[in-house]
């Protein structure tokens, strides 16, 4: 009898003892449940939601300031859906501006290239003004580019570094062939002058008229330019 009493009194002692353990687990478990991984209290289901439209919000201010056109005026008032989707439409135009900026960039530089390449096989190839009818035509490859993006845009994401060397590049390109151009109607110009000037001082009838050559050159070119 005495060995069944302290059976039965050991008996009693573990079930404290495992229901002390049960619960002292359940409050651990809700206070994990209560705690984020970093250990701060985990946030509600509409603290959450604020939060992101905020961020949503911010994000679309920042796209408005650098000019892309929103479809309305947003708020807090606002469904998260409606906000997501805005964001998305803006990041993509944004996305495949940048895809037709690298792309002109890319396509210019090359055709500048063979260019210059065509002069060291002795201009096997008649490429001369081929960058220059490339620059002219650029935004024919537009729609070729954006569809590029929307297959592969997605896929990767460039650098900041490589970015701000495509736009340094593209703009050296620009303002190199604005020159070119100037410089070649300018001599084209330039050589009409000579060759219509030519033209009147072997007529008799001009003689008399000009002291010089170059008082008949600049005639021509005030009617030109008048003109």
């Known amino acids: 009898s005495e060995y069944s009493e302290s059976d039965g009194e050991s008996d009693e002692e573990s079930d404290e003892e495992s229901d002390e353990e049960s619960d002292d687990d359940s409050e651990d478990e809700s206070d994990d449940e209560s705690e ?19 961020k949503s ?73 081929f960058s220059q009818h490339i620059c002219s035509s650029i935004t024919q490859y537009d729609d070729p580019i954006e569809e590029l993006c929307d297959k592969y845009g ?30 070649m109607s300018e001599n084209i110009i330039s050589q009409k002058i000579n060759q219509k000037a030519n033209e009147m001082l072997n007529n008799s009838q001009y003689v008399n008229q000009f002291n010089s050559q170059q008082d008949l050159q600049n005639n021509m070119k005030q009617h030109i330019n008048s003109s």
């Open 36 to 54: 984020d991984s970093n250990g701060n209290p985990k946030k509600s289901k509409y603290e959450m939601e604020l939060e992101e439209k905020e």
């Open 154 to 183: 997605t896929s990767f994401d460039t650098a900041p570094v490589i970015k701000i060397l495509t736009l340094f590049l593209y703009s050296a390109l620009q303002f190199h062939l604005t020159n070119k151009v100037t410089q």
């Open 57 to 129: 919000i911010n994000i679309l201010d920042s796209l408005k300031r650098q000019g892309y056109e929103l479809t309305r005026n947003f708020s807090m008032a606002d469904d998260i859906k409606d906000l997501q989707y805005e964001v998305k439409r803006l990041k993509r135009i944004k996305r495949v501006k940048s895809w037709i900026m690298y792309g002109r960039t890319g396509i210019i530089s090359t055709s500048v290239l063979l260019e210059k390449a065509n002069t060291f096989i002795n201009n096997k190839f008649n490429l001369d003004g």
